[in-house]
Structures are given as structure tokens and as C-alpha cells.
């Protein structure tokens, strides 16, 4: 499996854009990146997925390196609910999004 | 719709007895993972079952073991407790697609160890 290296730790004022970067320098051609986030005292949730081109939903944008050697989530307002630890994930075309390997992540802290 | 739901919500045992933490998956689901997350660290896999097969076990002992149900639900057993075992366990499931899958986790079962 590819290896990832986030930030441990971000802040951003509430209502501003937040940039969440992850490195992936081993991954491969095939391998999909998937974002998912963990609120405090939750389960992990799912964010965003992508393979080559950016992709857009409606809680994030996710923009990746034209090498896909790094990506990053693009959070456009963050609001106090955004502060979670984000996870990069990559998933290989051929394997399966069920067993995900999760890194240390990124806690993000949201202030006003 | 009900999403993913598990129980108990917290247990607390002591070492050396035996742990069964049941999910249930959303309707339509037929693959089930567990993972277990100690504090302060991300969650680590543990099994995945699909249509009642296991389909995949991370580096966990024998003495986990897990098995899924006609219904999609799933039952992840512990045995012989170790403090260590202390953690969180979170059950996801999903329709089964793939690397495109979109995982949903339940809210996990606090698991304390004394």
C-alpha cells in the first residue's frame, strides 16, 4: 500500500477556505485517494474520492497533483463542524475501499 | 434511512474474559469491516466479511475472529481480554464495490479492559 504524510495538525478561522495537503509520493498509476474525516466521538465519515482529474461534492473539493503524487482537500467555508482529523487514504484500482488503512491524519482546529 | 448501528456503546470487562460486539449494517449492505482504534491513533483493520465470507484480516491474533449472518449482521468476538485490547471498535459497512466503495461507520463500542 502506498504511504501518506499529512500535517498532524492545522487550524483556520470559521468561514474561511482550508487547504488540507497529503503526500503520497508511492503511489500508483491505478490507485484511487480517498478522504474521510473523524468528528470527536465519532465514526469516521467518508468526504471525497478521486483518481486523476479534481473532483467537487458538496462538502469538498478535492485537487490532485498533476504527478498524483500529492492531493489535497480543499474545504471552501470551514465552520466550527469541520474541526475533525482528516485521513488521505489511497486505494488500489483493484483492491477494495473495505479495508482502509488509516494514517495519523490531520486534526484540524477550528476557531471564530 | 437507519445507518450503521452497533452495540453495546461501552463495556467494560477484565482481562481474560471474552467480548461479543454485534453491528448492523445499513439495509442493502453486504459487506461488514471492523476496525479497532486506540486512543490517539487512526483505526486499524481488522476483518472484512462479504455475503457471510471473510474476505479480508489485518494483523490481529486468533484471538479475534468474526462472522456475519444471513441478515448482514456481524458479531466480532475477542477472546482471553489483554488490557491492550482496550480501544474502540468501529464497524463499517458498505454495498461492496470495489475501490470506489463508500465505507459507512457506525458510532463504535467503547471497550475498557481492567
Known amino acids: 500500500d502506498a504511504k501518506t504524510t499529512q500535517p498532524n495538525s492545522m487550524e483556520s478561522n470559521e468561514e474561511e477556505p482550508v487547504h488540507l495537503p497529503c503526500n503520497h509520493s508511492?503511489?500508483?498509476?491505478?490507485?484511487?485517494i480517498h478522504w474521510y474525516r473523524q468528528l470527536p466521538s465519532q465514526g469516521p465519515e467518508y468526504v471525497i474520492h478521486?483518481?486523476?482529474s479534481n473532483v467537487n461534492n458538496r462538502m469538498a473539493s478535492l485537487a490532485i497533483a498533476e504527478d498524483r503524487k500529492s492531493s489535497t482537500l480543499i474545504l471552501h467555508r470551514a465552520t466550527l463542524r469541520d474541526a475533525a482529523v482528516y485521513y488521505c487514504?489511497?486505494?488500489?484500482?483493484?483492491?477494495?475501499?473495505?479495508?482502509?488503512?488509516f494514517g495519523t491524519g490531520t486534526r484540524l482546529q477550528v476557531t471564530l | 434511512d437507519a445507518g450503521v448501528t452497533q452495540s453495546p456503546t461501552h463495556l467494560i470487562k477484565t482481562r481474560g474474559q471474552h467480548v461479543t460486539l454485534r453491528c448492523s449494517p445499513i439495509s442493502g449492505h453486504k459487506s461488514v469491516s471492523w476496525y479497532q482504534q486506540v486512543l490517539g491513533q487512526g483505526p486499524q483493520f481488522i476483518f472484512q466479511?462479504?455475503?457471510?465470507?471473510?474476505?479480508g484480516r489485518g494483523n490481529f491474533p486468533d484471538r479475534f475472529s468474526a462472522r456475519q449472518f444471513p441478515n448482514y449482521s456481524s458479531e466480532l468476538n475477542v477472546n482471553a481480554l489483554l488490557l491492550g485490547d482496550s480501544a474502540l471498535y468501529l464497524c463499517?459497512?458498505?454495498?461492496?464495490?470495489?475501490?470506489?466503495?463508500?465505507?459507512?461507520f457506525g458510532p463504535g463500542t467503547r471497550l475498557t479492559v481492567l
Open positions: 478521486g483518481l486523476t
Open positions: 463499517a459497512s458498505s454495498l461492496g464495490q470495489g475501490s470506489t466503495d463508500t465505507q459507512y
Open positions: 466479511y462479504y455475503e457471510k465470507e471473510e474476505r
Open positions: 487514504i489511497p486505494i488500489p484500482w483493484t483492491g477494495t475501499a473495505s479495508k482502509l488503512t
Open positions: 508511492t503511489i500508483s498509476g491505478t490507485d484511487y
